[in-house]
C-alpha cells in the first residue's frame, strides 16, 4: 500500500534515517515464503533498461561513443553481442525475461497482457524462494506482471516512488485487484493513445490536468532538458529526472539486504528521447547510417525524421549512461560487484530506419530485436566476450545453475555461454510478434523470426494484403540485413524449420 504520509522530498529527505520497511511498498496479498536465515550466499541483480538497443552501443561498435560507462562495467563482466529479446516490446520481452520461456507458452502477446493463469507460477521469483524478492519497475505494463506474482514477491516498491508526478490510478482506486483497475479504469476510461482504446471525455479531462501539473515541473528543468523533462508517456504520463531516479536505486542498495534477489526496471530510454543538455552537440559530427529501403509495414517516415530521433535516442541513452557511471561507482565502494550477480538487459530495442521509429511494429530486424547482456559475477576481474546467439530466456536457468538450484523443465532458455562448456553453437534462437493474435488460440498475423549460427530468417504469417516476403539474412557478412537470400536452398531450408516450429506452437490450438 502506498504511503500517503510520506511525500517524495521528504522521502530523500529521510532516506538516511529510515529503516527499510518506511519504502513505500506494495502491500502484499498473500503471505509470500519465508526467506532462508542463510546470507552467504550471493545476491542477484537484475537492471532492465527499456528500450536499450544493441545496434547503438558503442559497445558493440556502434559508431557514436553512447556507451563509456557500460563498457566500463564489460571489463568485469561476460558480454553478449548476440543475445535477442523474444519480442519487440515490453510486455512479452519481460514475461519471456521472467519466465524463462517463449510468448507463445506465456502468452502475454498483448499491450497490457498478462500470463496465462496456469503459467503464472512459472517464474523467476518463485523459484528463488530462499531470497528475499523485491521488485520494482517505472514501466506500469511490467508492474500489473508483478501483481500476477504476488505469491511470490516479498518486497514490491511502488511504481512512481522516484517520479516527481504520480499520474496512475490503478493501484489505488481497486487496489485489491490492479489487473482489473488498469484494464477498465487505466484503458478504458483514462486512455485516448494510438495503442490503446479509451474514453474521449475522460482522456481529454485527464489529458488537461495532467498537462497543467507538469507544466511548471518541465519549465523548471528546461536548462538541464531542453528536449522536455523524462516522462512516462503511453502508460502514465508522470515525470521524473535522471539524477533523483539513480538516487532511489541507490537507495534501494542502501536500504535492503545485499544477498537477495532484486529485479529493478527502469523506463529510460524509453521514447520520448529527452537527453541532457549538451549531449546531443556530441554527436553532431555528420555520421549518418546507411539508408535501407521503406518496408510495408513501416509508418513511412523520412530519413529527416528517422535521423531526428536517433539523434536523440543515442543522446538519451548516453544520459542514462552517465547516470550508469554514478551507480557503478556506487556499486564498487560499496563492494556491491563482488557479492552479487548483476544482470544488464533490456526487454526490447528501438529502430530507426526502413521508414520506422520506435518499435511499436511488427518487423524484426537486428534493433529491435538484439538487445544486450552483460552479466558480472561476484568478484569479476576480467572480460569474456561471447558472440553465440543466446536469448533472454537463457538469463533464469543460468541464474539458477549458478545459484546450484535445480532448472524446471518449464524454461525453455539455456545456461549461458561461460557457464556451460557445451553451449550449442547452432541452437536455433526465435523472436516473434503477435500482438494482433488471440491470446489463446492458434496465432495469426503474425511475425515470427529465427537466429541460427549466422543466418536469420524472418516470415510473416497472415498478412493480408502487405506483400511481405520471406527474408534470409548472414549476419556474419552482412550484419546490416540489406542483402536478402532468398529465395535459396538456405533460405528454404530454414523456412522449413521456420514453419515446423511454427506448427508445433499452434497444434494445441488446432480443431
Known amino acids: 500500500m502506498r504511503s500517503k504520509h510520506i511525500s517524495r522530498r521528504d522521502f530523500f529527505k529521510l532516506l538516511s534515517i ?38 547503438n552501443f558503442s559497445l558493440n ?61 512459472n517464474n523467476i521469483f518463485r523459484l528463488f524462494n530462499q531470497s528475499t524478492r523485491l521488485v520494482f519497475s517505472q514501466n506500469p505494463w511490467v508492474d500489473l506482471l508483478f501483481y500476477q506474482f504476488t505469491p511470490w514477491i516479498d518486497k514490491h516498491i511502488d511504481a512512481e516512488v522516484f517520479n516527481l508526478t504520480d499520474t496512475t490510478t490503478y493501484n489505488d482506486l481497486f487496489s485489491r485487484d ?51 523533462i523524462p516522462e512516462i508517456t503511453s502508460e502514465s504520463h508522470s515525470v521524473f529526472d535522471l539524477k533523483e531516479l539513480f538516487d532511489g536505486l541507490k537507495a534501494i542498495f542502501d536500504n535492503f539486504p545485499a544477498h537477495d534477489l532484486k529485479y529493478l526496471h527502469i523506463f529510460p530510454p524509453h521514447y520520448p528521447y529527452t537527453p541532457y543538455q549538451g549531449a546531443v552537440e556530441l554527436f553532431q559530427d555528420g555520421w549518418t547510417p546507411i539508408r535501407k529501403e521503406q518496408h510495408p509495414l513501416a509508418s513511412k517516415k523520412n530519413d529527416k525524421e528517422m535521423d531526428h530521433d536517433r539523434l536523440l535516442y543515442d543522446a ?54 538484439r538487445v544486450p547482456l552483460l552479466i558480472s559475477s561476484p568478484g569479476q576481474k576480467h572480460r569474456q566476450d561471447y558472440h553465440t546467439p543466446t536469448s533472454n530466456i537463457d538469463i533464469l536457468p543460468t541464474l539458477l545453475s549458478a545459484s546450484g538450484l535445480p532448472i524446471p523443465e518449464f524454461c525453455q532458455g539455456q545456461v549461458l555461454p561461460g557457464w556451460r562448456e557445451d553451449a550449442a553453437e547452432n541452437r536455433p534462437v526465435f523472436f516473434i510478434d503477435a500482438k494482433s493474435a488471440a491470446a489463446f488460440g492458434a496465432l495469426s498475423t503474425t511475425s515470427f523470426g529465427m537466429r541460427k549460427g549466422s543466418h536469420k530468417i524472418i516470415k510473416y504469417y497472415d498478412f493480408p494484403n502487405k506483400n511481405l516476403t520471406i527474408e534470409v539474412y548472414d549476419l556474419a557478412n552482412d550484419p546490416e540485413e540489406l542483402a536478402n537470400l532468398a529465395p535459396s536452398s538456405l533460405a528454404k531450408a530454414l523456412e522449413t524449420e521456420l514453419d515446423a516450429k511454427f506448427e508445433v506452437i499452434n497444434q494445441p490450438f488446432r480443431s
Open 18 to 55: 529510515l529503516p527499510l520497511a518506511a519504502l513505500p511498498f506494495r502491500k502484499n496479498q498473500y503471505q509470500p515464503s519465508t526467506p532462508a536465515a542463510n546470507r552467504e550466499k550471493a545476491g542477484i541483480i537484475i537492471l532492465v533498461f527499456d528500450s536499450f538497443s544493441a545496434a
Open 316 to 369: 538519451f541513452v548516453y544520459s542514462v549512461d552517465t547516470e550508469f557511471g554514478r551507480l557503478l561507482d556506487f556499486f564498487e565502494a560499496n563492494n556491491i560487484l563482488e557479492n552479487n550477480y548483476i544482470v544488464l538487459t533490456s526487454d526490447h530495442g528501438e529502430i530507426f530506419e526502413r521508414g520506422e521509429v520506435g518499435h511499436t511494429t511488427s518487423m524484426l530486424y537486428e534493433p529491435l530485436v
Open 178 to 228: 490492479p489487473i482489473i483497475s488498469f484494464q477498465g479504469v487505466e484503458n478504458y476510461a483514462f486512455r485516448s493513445e494510438k495503442t490503446l482504446s479509451g474514453s474521449i471525455l475522460t482522456s481529454l479531462f485527464r489529458n488537461l490536468f495532467i498537462k497543467a501539473q507538469n507544466e511548471h515541473i518541465r519549465n523548471r528543468n528546461q536548462t538541464l532538458y531542453p528536449f522536455g
Open 61 to 121: 561498435g556502434y559508431p557514436r561513443q553512447t556507451t563509456p560507462n557500460i563498457e566500463r562495467f564489460a571489463q568485469r563482466a561476460n558480454v553478449y553481442h548476440a543475445n535477442y529479446s523474444p519480442a519487440t516490446f515490453t510486455t512479452p520481452g519481460t514475461a519471456s525475461l521472467l519466465s524463462g520461456s517463449y510468448p507463445w507458452s506465456h502468452r502475454a502477446f498483448h499491450y497490457s497482457g498478462h500470463i496465462a493463469a496456469p503459467k503464472v507460477s
